[in-house]
């Protein structure tokens, strides 16, 4: 897709959205304090090299600091997956972004602020993440809307990995309660917020982004 056809497509792949991520808030709230106190938690976690499992803007996601490559490969044994595929890395913002991508793309921006639902963005070359973040050399990252993650991330001051709760090939959970033992027992934290929050879970939509503007929709 050419630049001058940008809008128009971009309109046409987030009509193309029939479902929502519904959150259905119950009995039990959360103040600050609790807020904080997580964030703190996994953000010291985090700096230690340990895997987390955390909310996301989409579903229940297992996490560490994207700079580490010890960490990361933790991830790839919890989840008994090969390294032929490489994790989603979550920024808190466009700003962020731009530290981590070799030769970013111009009209990267305007396509994250156009976008409706979560956009994992593919992109060419990354910098100053661990390299066994990727399978190819190439990186997908997502500007996350999650407020816990945001503010996890903002307080760690680097990228964290995101890849679903679940082992490789396994349905990924749609709540908390799906999430099984196994996985839970294989981390070092799991976030102790929203564990009563129902989902209907939507996964990001994923495109493949081009030094000269041009993109490909791989899944939406």
């Known amino acids: 897709m050419r630049l001058k056809n940008f809008k128009k497509n971009l309109i046409k792949l987030y009509d193309n ?10 009995k ?9 106190i997580e964030v703190s ?6 700096e230690q090299g340990k895997v987390i499992i955390y909310p996301t803007d989409t579903i229940w996601g297992i996490g560490c600091d994207a700079t580490n490559a010890e960490a990361v490969e933790k991830i790839y044994k919890v989840k008994e997956r090969s390294k032929g595929k490489g994790l989603i890395v979550l920024v808190d913002s466009i700003d962020m972004l731009k530290d981590y991508v070799k030769n970013f793309p111009p009209i990267a921006p305007d396509i994250i602020k156009a976008a409706k639902n979560p956009l994992s963005i593919i992109y060419s070359e990354s910098k100053g ?7 190819d050399g190439t990186i997908c990252i997502r500007v996350v809307g999650n407020d816990f993650c945001k503010a996890l991330i903002h307080k760690l001051g680097h990228p964290i990995t995101s890849t679903s709760a679940n082992l490789a090939g396994e349905k990924s959970p749609s709540i908390y309660a799906e999430i099984t033992e196994k996985i839970k027992s294989s981390v070092d934290y799991v976030v102790e917020l929203y564990h009563d929050v129902l989902t209907k879970p939507k996964a990001s939509t994923i495109i493949r982004l081009y030094e000269d503007n041009h993109f490909d929709v791989i899944r939406q």
């Open 129 to 135: 993440l661990a390299e066994n973040v990727s399978a």
């Open 41 to 46: 938690k996994c953000c010291e976690l985090l």
């Open 28 to 36: 039990k709230k959360y103040d600050m304090n609790d807020f904080e």
């Open 17 to 26: 959205f029939s479902e929502r991520i519904i959150f259905v808030a119950t």
